[in-house]
Structure formats: structure tokens, C-alpha cells
């Protein structure tokens, strides 16, 4: 049931009917029907997936709530402590217990999504050793993928660690934590939730009130999110894939063409399937983390990872940055170097050492094969080399007295950072690292036009009509996001008349239905985000 499909967009809309419906009568009842809808969504996307939530659910929640548990009784240890030693002994024992049981929650989880996402990545790399050593070759088998594991792990063990580290307080109603977990809008491809922003938003004893508000502004949202995904992404898709899937064919500026209209494609597509759900969820009542703040927009490397796939960019700050960078081994690293006066080694060593790690982990995060570490590892180089050369970088700009605040500057630092980002795009298209090279080889081995002045660029998937079209579409894009900077245009237009407004939703509703990538000739194709 893919979020662009009629068919969730049917079960949505009996969902928050019933979910109001019962919440007039029985306000507790609407944890229960959102329990019930989460189940039946992920019953429909695959029940053989199911024993693996139910595995990570359980295993969360039992040793987040021991940890708790251990907490708890310290609490009331203290009160009664003689002296400040024995509170002392209280806590590292207390923290002693909660370790072993937050581990037992976190291990779990995290050794389900290595062992279904990481087997055949993992005996395909051992057989190429022993293939060069000539040894006999393991036999190859493969792991059934959850759908949406590597969201709902992040997001099990993102709350596991909250408890252990005393952010938040154990859930004790498992319902309620089990509907967060499986929440259907973003169980699939998040947006990373967090238990304590959730829970926030929906007291199970409170209930949420219908909000006409809520309803026009997320059903504006989904509007907006299908025209993302149908209109632009799968439209691009069908010219991307036409070049990315045999790069050896092609060279020159269509490659070029190819990888910078993939960088639009997954944004179309990603923010598409987030503006989706996050609409379906605000309808609901339950906002979401907000995930793209117009990344394109970014002067550098830093600021475009803090506006793409934000809560994945919070999940790794919080919980891999932050504890790398006050691990044991880091303080030993900075306290060499501080010793031999080398101070700004020392500051390097606090901020490179974990951008190193998370960018790794990020890169086989994404997926099971080299061309997604080497993605990784390219944004790695990128931030290690901004730190490295951040003092030089002001240096000359100071002396050729640039006006940093100019808009061709900024405008410069934009297309920049774009164009970075477009050649890590490469690494994360292609079909494993070979492809990636071949296309980097073939896309500079020449200047060739030739599939632009003789036409052939408009039999790559899209004819003249529909290349045409998806530039226009691309330059709406482009317009609302540059609006959206300035002003939250769903707010905008709900000042308009209703003439006006109504107007916008039709022409986006028709826009949809007219112009959208789907029928007998067409198949939406699947997120590209699902696959992670």
C-alpha cells in the first residue's frame, strides 16, 4: 500500500473517520483504533514482516521499562541515604543494572536490522576473499527485509537510550508505546519519530479534539506531497533510469543532465512521501518531525545536512556524534594533542573523529553495498575538509574582501553546494560502486552534446512534451519553496477568500489527476526511500 496510491489514501481517510468518531464517545478509545489501523496497514504491506516488529517492539519496551524500574528504586533509595557517599554507590549501581538492560533492548534491535539488512552484503565480501585465496566459497542466502526496519529500529532504540539517559520517563502502558512505534505515517520511511515529541501531541486519557484547521492544512499538504511524487519524481524517473541503469552507454553533458535532474528527483520524491504522511498525520492531530527545510537552498555542506532528512540528522547528533565525541578514546586523541600544545589538532581531532564515524554508519545505513559507503565516505572528506580548511576559508575571503552577505555570493555558495551534492548523488544512484566509477569516468571522458543538438535526449523515457513539462514543473517547485522561506504558505492561503483558496486546491487536486505519472502506460513506482 505505497503512500501515492488511491488505496492509502482510502484507508487514511477511513481512519481519521473513525478515530474521530470514536474519540466523540470514547476518547481512550483512539489509541486503540490507531493501534488497530498501524497493524492493518503493516498486515497489508506484508504479514511475514510482522514477527520482526513484534520482536523489536517487545524487546524496546520490556528493557526500557526495567530501566525505569532500576531508576525508580534508586529514587527511593536516596531518600533514605545517610551520607553523600552511599548516594554515590546508589547511582553507580542503579546505572550498573540499567546499562545491562538498556543493552538488552538496544542489541536486540539493532542485531535484527544488521542480520536481515547486512547477511548477503557480508557473505558476498567473504566469498570475494576467499575467491582470491582459493577457498572453498560459502553458499549465498537471503534475509527477508522488513519493510521500514531501519526506521522503526532507529526510532526503538532512540527511545530506549532517552530512558537510559533519564530524558524521558518509561512508558508503563504499552499500547501506548506500541502505537508510536507502528505509527503507519511514518513507519516506513519516517520521518525518525521520538517517544517524547509523540507523546506530547497524544495523551491516549485526553484524546485529540477535531480541528477543521488540521484538516485543510494536512489534506493541502498530501495535495502538495502527491504533486512532489507523481508530477515530478516518477516523471524524472523515467529519464534517470533510462541513463543510470547502463552508464556505459552514455557520456558527456547527458550524464551531467542525468545526475543533477536525480538530485531533484529524490527530493520530489523523499519531501513528497514526507508531505504525504506528515499531511495524513496533522490530520490526525499528531504533527510530525519536520524533515526538509528546503535543502537546496543550503551555502554549505553542514547547513545542507541540517536541512535534509533532519530527524535522521538529530538521531545520529544525539546518539552516535555526541557519544563518540566524549568516548574514551577521543579524550585520549585531545589530550595528546593538547599536551604538545597542538590546540587546534585538539579541536580538529573533538569535531572529525565523529563525523567520520557517523558518515560511515550513515553510508551503510542507506544500504547494503560499497558505492553507499563510498557515499558516505565522500560527505565525510567534505565536512572533515571544511574544518580543516575553515580558518584558510575566511582568511581569503577577507583579503579579496568578498561580501559574504552579497546575493551572488550566496547564489555562488548555493550552486556549489548543489553541485556537490549532485556528484554524491552518483555514488548513491548507481547500482553498486563499479557503476558509480564507470559513470563518473564516462561523464567526464568527453564533452559530447551530441545526445542534446540531434534529439535523442527526448527518447530517454520523456518526449519533448513531457521534458517541457517537468522543467515547468520543477519551476513551481522551485517558486514555492523560495515563498515558503519567507512565509508558511499554508498559512498564507488561508487568509485568501475562499473563492482563491478553493481555487489553489482544485487546480492542484487536477493537476494531480491530469498530469500525474500513473494509468494502463504507467506504474507510480515505489518511493525510493522504502528500499532503506
Known amino acids: 500500500m505505497g503512500y501515492q496510491s488511491l488505496k492509502f489514501l482510502l484507508f487514511s481517510a477511513a481512519v481519521i473517520l473513525i478515530f474521530y468518531a470514536v474519540g466523540r464517545f470514547f476518547k481512550k478509545g483512539q489509541q486503540y483504533v490507531l493501534l488497530a489501523a498501524n497493524l492493518v496497514f503493516y498486515f497489508i504491506c506484508g504479514v511475514k514482516y510482522l514477527p520482526f516488529l513484534a520482536v523489536t517492539l517487545f524487546a524496546s519496551f520490556f528493557s526500557a521499562r526495567a530501566v525505569g524500574k532500576i531508576y525508580d528504586a534508586a529514587d527511593k533509595q536516596l531518600l533514605s541515604a545517610a551520607d553523600v557517599t552511599q548516594k554515590k554507590q546508589i547511582r553507580a549501581d ?91 505515517p511514518h513507519i516506513v520511511q519516517g520521518p525518525i519519530g521520538r517517544y517524547g515529541h509523540f507523546c506530547e501531541q497524544f495523551d491516549p486519557k485526553v484524546g485529540v479534539a477535531l480541528d477543521t484547521q488540521n484538516l485543510a492544512f494536512g489534506a493541502e499538504l498530501v495535495i502538495w506531497g ?47 512521501c514526507i508531505d504525504i504522511v506528515t499531511g495524513v498525520s496533522e490530520m490526525l492531530g499528531i504533527k510530525l518531525a519536520k524533515n526538509f527545510n528546503h535543502p537546496y537552498f543550503s551555502r554549505t555542506i553542514p547547513e545542507f545536512w541540517r536541512r535534509w532528512h533532519i530527524s535522521l540528522g538529530d538521531w545520529f547528533k544525539d546518539f552516535v556524534y555526541f557519544p563518540v565525541s566524549t568516548s574514551a578514546p577521543v579524550k585520549k586523541l585531545k589530550k595528546a594533542f593538547k599536551k604538545r600544545g597542538f590546540k587546534k589538532g585538539e579541536l580538529l581531532i573533538a569535531s572529525s573523529v565523529p563525523t567520520v564515524v557517523v558518515w560511515v554508519i550513515t553510508g551503510i545505513w542507506h544500504g547494503a553495498s560499497w558505492n553507499f559507503v563510498a557515499w558516505g565516505a565522500f560527505y565525510a572528506v567534505l565536512m572533515v575538509a571544511g574544518n580543516v580548511f575553515a580558518d584558510l576559508n575566511k582568511s581569503v575571503t577577507e583579503k579579496l574582501k568578498i561580501d559574504t552577505e552579497a546575493f551572488g555570493w550566496k547564489l555562488f555558495q548555493m550552486v556549489r553546494t548543489f553541485t556537490l551534492c549532485c556528484i554524491g548523488r552518483v555514488f548513491f544512484r548507481a547500482e553498486g560502486l563499479k557503476n558509480a566509477l564507470l559513470y563518473f569516468r564516462n561523464m567526464f571522458s568527453s564533452l559530447s552534446m551530441q545526445h542534446i543538438v540531434d534529439d535523442k535526449i527526448y527518447t530517454y523515457g520523456l518526449d519533448r512534451q513531457n521534458f517541457i513539462f517537468v522543467i515547468f514543473a520543477i519551476l513551481i517547485l522551485l517558486v514555492a519553496d523560495i515563498l515558503e522561506e519567507k512565509t508558511p504558505l499554508r498559512k498564507t492561503l488561508a487568509k485568501q477568500n475562499i473563492v482563491f483558496r478553493y481555487g489553489v486546491i482544485l487546480l492542484g487536486i487536477f493537476a494531480v489527476l491530469i498530469f500525474g505519472i500513473y494509468g494502463p502506460q504507467f506504474n507510480a513506482s515505489e518511493f525510493i526511500y522504502e528500499k532503506f
Open 94 to 184: 542503579a546505572k550498573k543494572k540499567a546499562k545491562r538492560s538498556m543493552l538488552f533492548g538496544v542489541l536486540i534491535s539493532l542485531a535484527l536490522l544488521i542480520v536481515c539488512k547486512y547477511t548477503l552484503f557480508v557473505l558476498k565480501n567473504v566469498n570475494a576473499v576467499l575467491s582470491r585465496l582459493g577457498a572453498e566459497q560459502i553458499g549465498l542466502f537471503k534475509m527477508i527485509l522488513p519493510i521500514g526496519i531501519s526506521f522503526y529500529t532507529f526510532m526503538a532504540v532512540g527511545y530506549v537510550l532517552d530512558v537510559y539517559w533519564k530524558r524521558i520517563k518509561a512508558e508503563n502502558n504499552f499500547v501506548s508505546y506500541a502505537v508510536f512505534l507502528t505509527y503507519f
Open 226 to 272: 502527491l504533486f512532489k511524487k507523481l508530477v515530478i519524481a516518477d516523471r524524472l524517473s523515467l529519464f534517470v533510469s533510462t541513463i543510470f541503469d547502463d552508464p556505459g552507454k552514455f557520456s558527456g553533458l547527458i550524464m551531467v543532465i542525468a545526475a543533477v535532474l536525480y538530485s531533484v528527483q529524490i527530493y520530489a520524491d523523499f519531501s513528497g
